[in-house]
């Protein structure tokens, strides 16, 4: 099983849709999740951390589950802005090693 | 604040020549890290660095080298090029427990070896 497991879509969707991406982790011990956005030949860009207890930064909520070792970014009223790839982030729960990064889910938000 | 700094921005170089990509940061990160990303693919981790004279090979390190003497920087080297190098290559840096903060990236260097 891959440590870090994301459909790539492309998930293809109008303007003011709800759309929501899940991600799967192999390591049960990992306690850090994190979702990044990747615009087209651009670098990677935090776009927001996930509690235990789910948190939502405006129009986005994440949400994490750990029985089931998955995560989830859910997007309301979709903007063309939006239309990007959406990165999965997971800690490898030993010492100092970095960060694992999922391929990506590739989401365009069509007018 | 600059934040992470990578040049050059594009580059191709022929098969055989040698180069180095500059990385630096200016927000007193000890982490540093180089993930290289082929097109449609996700980032792949090169080499990393937890602080300064220290380093550590990541999942695809062969034909790279990388050298940590100030903080500030962590440049790679590729000594014989060859076009499976062909990649864009990200530096990213992050505080200790990049558990709790995540990464903030470079943007990029675009690389192509013909």
């Known amino acids: 099983r891959k440590e870090v497991e994301q459909d790539p879509g492309p998930f293809n969707v109008p303007e003011g849709a709800t759309v929501a991406f899940n991600c799967t982790y192999s390591n049960s011990a990992s306690q850090s999740f994190f979702w990044y956005r990747q615009d087209c030949r651009k670098e990677p860009k935090l776009l927001m951390s996930v509690y235990s207890s789910g948190n939502e930064d405006g129009r986005f909520t994440a949400q994490l589950n750990r029985a089931s070792q998955y995560i989830s970014l859910l997007i309301r009223d979709s903007k063309l802005s939006d239309s990007a790839t959406y990165l999965c982030v997971v800690n490898k729960p030993s010492g100092n090693t970095p960060l694992v990064f999922g391929k990506g889910t590739r989401l365009s938000v069509i007018a | ?114």
Request: aromatic share 12%.
């Open chain 2, 1 to 114: 604040n600059a934040g992470v700094t990578q040049t050059p921005k594009f580059r191709i170089l022929k098969i055989g020549q040698s180069m180095t990509l500059q990385c630096t940061q200016d927000m007193n990160h000890n982490y540093m890290y180089w993930y290289r990303q082929d097109p449609g693919m996700g980032l792949k981790l090169i080499y990393y660095s937890v602080g300064a004279g220290i380093t550590d090979k990541g999942e695809v390190p062969n034909g790279y080298n990388v050298s940590r003497s100030t903080t500030e920087d962590f440049p790679l080297r590729l000594e014989l090029a060859a076009p499976s190098q062909t990649s864009v290559y990200f530096c990213a840096s992050s505080l200790p427990g990049p558990d709790l903060h995540g990464y903030t990236f470079g943007s990029g260097t675009r690389l192509t070896v013909v």
